[in-house]
């Protein structure tokens, strides 16, 4: 694995455990030799992430649409900043330049993020895993809720056993470098 994109909040939420977790991760992706790809922000947890990451010695690439950059939230210290037009050519981004993808706790940006490169690997449009970082147990209700729809008959087993849900930043890392990477998106030309 040599890229993951994280998901995760522009706030640094109420319990500090989040902001320790973003660092535990950003630590980890460093140590590791993995390039991070994230949205490209300044603030909250993704300004943590990113920074822990450059701190130790690791490589970024924040993605982001020009309207939050002329915000003042983009992450100019990065190595590369990329500025696009939209929040979906941002995404298309980001699964282009990531081998695998991380939601860590985060909004409602964060949430749809992470639901839509999670039916982007149900319609096989990339092979790349999608885990949780469930720090707090934040995830509990959303594995509950995807639970219901398996019950219900709107999610396949197969699809939700494929979202990898750890609560330890070793043990999630493991689980997705043993992925086997070796397809590009559907929509990208492999000529």
């Known amino acids: 694995m040599k890229s993951i994109c994280v998901f995760c909040g522009s706030s640094m939420g109420f319990h500090p455990i989040?902001?320790?977790s973003a660092i535990d991760l950003g630590k980890r992706i460093a140590d590791e030799n993995i390039k991070l790809i994230y949205g490209?922000?300044?603030?909250g947890l993704m300004g943590v992430l990113a920074d822990t990451v450059m701190e130790h010695g690791g490589e970024v690439i924040g993605i982001i649409p020009r309207f939050l950059y002329?915000?003042?939230v983009g992450h100019d210290g990065v190595n590369e900043l990329i500025i696009v037009d939209s929040m979906h050519e941002r995404k298309q981004k980001m699964a282009e330049l990531s081998h695998a993808f991380v939601?860590?706790?985060g909004g409602i940006g964060t949430m749809e993020e992470l639901f839509e490169i999670f039916t982007w690997s149900q319609l096989a449009l990339i092979k790349k895993p999608v885990a949780l970082f469930?720090?707090?147990h934040f995830f509990d209700d959303i594995i509950n809720f995807l639970n219901k729809m398996v019950k219900n008959g709107f999610l396949k087993i197969e699809t939700f056993n494929s979202l990898?849900?750890?609560k330890n930043v070793h043990e999630m890392l493991a689980?997705?470098?043993?992925?086997n990477y070796t397809e590009t998106p559907k929509w990208i030309d492999k000529t």
């Not at 490209?40 to 603030?43: F, H, M, N, T, Y």
Request: proline share 4%.
């Open 134 to 136: 469930n720090v707090n």
């Open 175 to 179: 689980k997705l470098m043993a992925f």
């Open 40 to 43: 490209g922000g300044s603030v």
């Open 164 to 166: 990898i849900n750890s």
């Open 18 to 20: 989040y902001k320790k």
């Open 70 to 72: 002329d915000s003042e």
């Open 103 to 105: 939601a860590m706790p």
